[in-house]
C-alpha cells in the first residue's frame, strides 16, 4: 500500500511538473509572440518616420531637385508608403491586439492614400495649367496624414496598455507622419495654400535658377464694380448686373513674368462660388489688371468671406501677399 501511494504520489508530482512546464511554455511563447509583433511594428514605423522627414524636407527644399526629379520622388514616396501598408498587413499580432492592429493598418493606409493623392496632383502643381486645383488638393490631402496620425495613436496606446498588463518589456514608439511645430503641436503651415504654394513655386525651375533676378508679385488692388474693397474688413457690395472681381497684381521683382493663374473664391455662402483668370505677362515695377468672373453669380443678400489668390512664381521667396481676404455682402 505504501508502495502503491508512494507511485501515485510520484505520478502526481510529474503531472504538476508537466502541466507547469506546458504552461511555462505557453507562456514564453505567448510573451514572445508580443515581443516580436512589437519590434516589427517598430520597425515600420522607423521606415515611415524616415519618409516622412525625406518627403517633407523634400517640399521645403532640402534637396537640389529638378521639378522632373521631384515628381518622380514623390511618385517613390507613393510606392514606399504601399509597401509599408503591405508589411503592417502581414504582422501577426496575439489575439489582444487584433483590434488595435486594424487601426495600425488603418493608419498607414490613411499616409499610402495621402502620398497618392499628391503624386497624382504633383505634376500639374508644379506646370503651368491648373496650377491651383491641383495644390488645393495637394493641401486638402495633408489631412490624410494628421488623421493617420490620430489613428496611430490610438492603436499604439491600446497597444501598449496590454504589453504593460502583460509584463512585456518591448514598447511601441510613437508615429507622427504630419510635421510638429516647436510646441509639438500639427504644424499648421501644411493646411496653407500660400505656404504649400510658396513651396512649390521655390521647386519650380529649381534646376536653372529660376532665370535669375528677384521674382515677387503681390495683390495690390480687389473691387468689385466700382467698389474697392478693404482686407480683413466688412464690404457692402452694390449688385449691379453680374458681379466680376478686378483683382490688380503688382510685379514687386525684377524679371518679367507671365501666365500667372489668379483665383477667386467666396465661402461660407449656401454653395460655393469660385473664378479663375490669368494674367499673361506683367512687367517688373507694373501693375497689372485681371478679372475674374464668379461662378455661380452671387445674387443679393450673398455674403461670406472673400479670397483672391495670385499664384506664386518660380523662385518667388515671399508668398503671403499672394492671398487677399474680405468679407463682402452684395446687396
Request: hydrophobic share 35%; charged share 30%.
Amino acid at each position: 500500500m505504501v508502495r502503491r501511494l508512494g507511485a501515485v504520489a510520484v505520478g502526481i508530482l510529474v503531472l504538476i511538473l508537466l502541466v507547469l512546464g506546458v504552461r511555462g511554455c505557453l507562456n514564453a511563447r505567448k510573451e514572445r509572440a508580443f515581443e516580436n509583433y512589437a519590434r516589427d511594428l517598430t520597425a515600420v514605423v522607423q521606415e515611415s518616420q524616415q519618409q516622412s522627414e525625406t518627403f517633407f524636407g523634400r517640399f521645403e527644399g532640402d534637396e537640389n531637385l529638378t521639378e522632373l526629379n521631384f515628381e518622380t520622388e514623390v511618385r517613390a514616396d507613393r510606392s514606399n508608403a504601399e509597401q509599408l501598408v503591405s508589411r503592417a498587413e502581414s504582422l501577426d499580432p496575439p489575439g489582444e491586439l487584433d483590434g488595435a492592429q486594424d487601426n495600425v493598418v488603418e493608419a498607414f493606409e490613411l499616409r499610402r492614400d495621402g502620398l497618392a493623392a499628391i503624386a497624382d496632383n504633383i505634376g500639374a502643381a508644379l506646370g503651368d495649367e491648373n496650377t491651383t486645383e491641383a495644390t488645393d488638393e495637394i493641401v486638402v490631402h495633408m489631412e490624410d496624414f494628421l488623421a493617420s496620425d490620430v489613428v496611430y495613436r490610438q492603436a499604439r496606446d491600446e497597444i501598449n496598455t496590454v504589453l504593460d498588463e502583460e509584463d512585456i518589456g518591448e514598447k511601441v514608439p510613437k508615429s507622427e507622419f504630419f510635421p510638429r511645430d516647436d510646441d509639438g503641436n500639427p504644424d499648421p503651415e501644411w493646411f496653407d495654400r500660400v505656404t504649400v504654394s510658396e513651396n512649390l513655386a521655390g521647386i519650380s525651375g529649381g534646376g536653372d535658377g529660376g532665370g535669375g533676378g528677384v521674382h515677387g508679385l503681390g495683390v495690390a488692388t480687389v473691387l468689385i464694380g466700382d467698389t474697392e474693397l478693404l482686407a480683413e474688413s466688412a464690404n457692402t457690395v452694390p449688385l449691379e448686373g453680374t458681379p466680376e472681381v478686378e483683382v490688380q497684381v503688382e510685379n514687386q521683382g525684377d524679371s518679367e513674368e507671365s501666365d500667372i493663374p489668379v483665383t477667386v473664391s467666396i465661402e461660407g455662402t449656401d454653395e460655393s462660388v469660385e473664378g479663375d483668370a490669368t494674367l499673361d505677362r506683367i512687367d517688373s515695377g507694373e501693375t497689372e489688371s485681371v478679372t475674374v468672373p464668379l461662378d455661380p453669380a452671387p445674387s443679393s443678400g450673398t455674403s461670406g468671406t472673400l479670397e483672391a489668390f495670385v499664384e506664386p512664381v518660380p523662385d518667388e521667396q515671399f508668398a503671403e501677399n499672394n492671398e487677399f481676404v474680405a468679407d463682402v455682402t452684395f446687396e
